[in-house]
């Protein structure tokens, strides 16, 4: 097992577009979650998933942030009309049901000129 | 709401211990976690600890935890250079095992 994926590692978007971001989870495992970092700062927690479910979200994903995990393996965030203010690592992690320990991707990291 | 802070910078040199610290306010933290960050890499969980145990040892890592004080620290023995990075204290207090970041702490080893 190769851990946990995210694509792309980079991306650089003009404000306004639209941006999709994949996570590939660990394939066992049946918890994942979104993690938002900005420069200086610790993740911050956006959405978690448990299968194909959305269980909860973060006051921080606004309405022009979805997630979807359709098939309950890998997830997909996207953020409509990108604002200078979304520019981050995103992170996404993965973990099973009463494990006490998540599994980190090296995130993707969002630039919004 | 819940918060966990930490120092934001520490240097040592090298072959001393290293002590970081960080301070939570939810009292229902279930597991206390530390995670390091290198430049370009991911976050790697070191350590972590039951709320109910007041002392953890790994090799070179010691984790204290003051439940009363709410406070967490990491001791790193022997500190190299290879352990320069951005050390994250977290704590999961639900079911969802969602992680509460501290603001990370950059441990500067020199030589």
């Known amino acids: 097992d190769t851990g946990v994926s995210q694509d792309p590692r980079h991306k650089i978007t003009k404000r306004g577009q639209n941006v999709t971001f994949r996570c590939d989870p660990i394939?066992?495992?049946?918890?994942l979650y979104w993690y938002r970092q900005t420069l200086g700062q610790g993740p911050e927690f956006l959405t978690y998933?448990?299968?194909?479910?959305?269980?909860?979200k973060s006051r921080l994903l606004s309405d022009r942030f979805s997630a979807e995990r359709p098939k309950g393996s890998f997830s997909t965030l996207e953020i409509q009309r990108t604002e200078q203010g979304d520019s981050a690592m995103y992170l996404c992690?993965?973990?099973?049901?009463?494990?006490?320990?998540?599994?980190f991707g090296q995130g993707t990291r969002l630039t919004v000129v | 709401g819940e918060d966990v802070e930490q120092s934001l910078f520490l240097s040592v040199r090298e072959g001393d211990s290293s002590v970081i610290n960080c301070t939570y306010t939810?009292?229902?933290?279930?597991?206390l976690y530390w995670y390091k960050q290198e430049p370009g890499a991911g976050l790697q969980l070191l350590t972590y600890?039951?709320?109910?145990?007041d002392m953890k040892q790994d090799q070179r890592l010691t984790v204290l935890l003051n439940k009363k004080d709410k406070h967490l620290s990491l001791r790193i023995a022997d500190t190299q250079t290879g352990d320069s990075a951005i050390y994250f204290c977290?704590?999961?207090?639900?079911?969802?095992?969602?992680?509460?970041f501290g603001t990370g702490t950059r441990l500067q080893v020199f030589p």
């Open positions: 992690a993965s973990s099973m049901t009463g494990a006490t320990e998540a599994f």
């Open positions: 394939s066992e495992h049946n918890r």
């Open positions: 998933f448990q299968n194909e479910a959305q269980l909860e």
């Open positions: 939810d009292s229902s933290s279930t597991y």
């Open positions: 600890i039951f709320s109910n145990m």
């Open positions: 977290a704590e999961s207090s639900d079911n969802t095992d969602k992680l509460i």
